[in-house]
């Protein structure tokens, strides 16, 4: 049976950790300033977790990371509705940022099992300059994600699952408009990000009944324009959930099939 000290002791090392909930956070702050005993073990715990942050290395957000954030917060609507202060300026949301990587890195540091990220779930129009997909293997997982950022015309492909290919093949992007062929956007990496250009024609295409595709092709590219390789993942672009229909599936159809080889 745990003990009332024992409940503070846990309190006081999530203090330090940072992963209690505002209310709590502010209580614990109260009793550090008016009880000597919370200040001491609230002390006593930061000197126990800092040397533990000391063996995590620096890792720099990947590009497509400040797309999300910006997509996830709505800044570009934001911003289009009333002229206020950007909210990258607020000094409270730097100090929540700062409080939730610390609490990531000790997390990390004592090795607390953490579920899988879970990704925003409300769709993205060309409202906010972008729209996203989630390319799926048939298996369900997801082999790739892909953000379309239409005002900078890119795409910026992240690897899910990685996908094993034998040697002397690579994965090659396909857009696939409605009633018509694919239409390659570039060969990506199966275990890092690509960022890709898109052109004026390749825009106008996008929109919600295209779909996106990815095939096994040699390391150059597909010799012929059109996929010559087994197509190995396939999703909706973010806002047309029709776009997986027959159109998408008479296009594909037939060479999932094909040898890799």
Known sequence: MTTPDERNELRYAEYVLGVLDADARAEVAREIQTLPEA???VALWEQRLAPLTGSIREVPPPPYLWARIR???????QARSRPTPSIWDSLRLWRWVGVG????AAALALVVSVPGLIHPAAPVGEAAGYM????QQDNGA???TATMDLKNARMIVVPGTPVALEAGRAPELWLIPQGGKPISVGMIERDKPTTLALDRAMLARLGPTAALAVSVEPLGGSPTGQPTGAVIARGAITGAPESTGPHTASVIAGRTDRPTA
Do not use: F, M, R
Request: aromatic share 4%.
């Open 132 to 135: 996203a997909s989630t390319i």
């Open 142 to 144: 997801t082999g790739w």
């Open 39 to 41: 200040a001491t073990a």
């Open 71 to 77: 997509e996830a917060l709505q800044l570009d609507i």
């Open 101 to 104: 990587a610390i609490a990531v």
